[in-house]
């Protein structure tokens, strides 16, 4: 049983480090504010699958290696992540029997909800408003929520996680 658990534990922890290599990934000036949050996105796929292994503690953690890797004030992402994965907790048993497209409606709104925090934290900080697009993230995030949902799912059957 703990070969199982460490599996699964290091299964999740790869799959938010690749999310986080996304979030650094190299893009052109013009995709910029298109990137979607993917570690929020992960964070929510598995706290959906697994809302007693992954939870708040887990979107706290992984908004600050997002804040340190990204150079934003520490505790920008990692205050937006820990509400954004406790509105998923609260809403899980309902968010995993959602057909596709309301599934990724709801998970838009968990993205758009991270984002406005993290407005209220850069306008409480800096005293600037981002440009409107700034909220293209999570839009594109909504559209490619069924198949980040294909592809975790498929990585959890595949190493067994649970």
Do not use: C, N
């Not at 910029?32 to 706290?60: D, E, I, N, T």
């Not at 290696?65 to 205050?79: F, K, M, N, R, S």
């Not at 980040?148 to 990585?155: G, K, Q, T």
Request: no cysteine; net charge positive; glycine share 8%.
């Amino acid at each position: 049983m703990a070969g199982v658990r460490a599996r699964s534990v290091f299964t999740i922890a790869v799959t938010i480090a690749i999310a986080l290599m996304l979030t650094i990934y190299p893009l052109p000036d013009w995709a910029q504010p298109y990137r979607p949050q993917w570690p929020l996105m992960v964070l929510a796929y598995w706290s959906m699958a697994l809302p007693l292994r992954v939870g708040v503690f887990a979107g706290w953690v992984t908004g600050l290696l997002t804040d340190v890797i990204t150079g934003a004030l520490l505790g920008h992402h990692a205050l937006g992540y820990a509400l954004a994965i406790y509105v998923v907790l609260a809403v899980h048993r309902r968010l995993r029997l959602y057909p596709w497209w309301q599934q990724a409606a709801a998970v838009g709104g968990v993205l758009g909800l991270e984002r406005l925090v993290s407005f209220l934290v850069i306008g409480a900080t800096t005293g600037e408003a981002p440009t409107w697009q700034y909220w293209l993230s999570p839009l594109v995030g909504t559209l490619l929520w069924p198949w980040a949902f294909v592809i975790l799912r498929d990585v959890r059957r595949k190493f067994r996680v649970r």
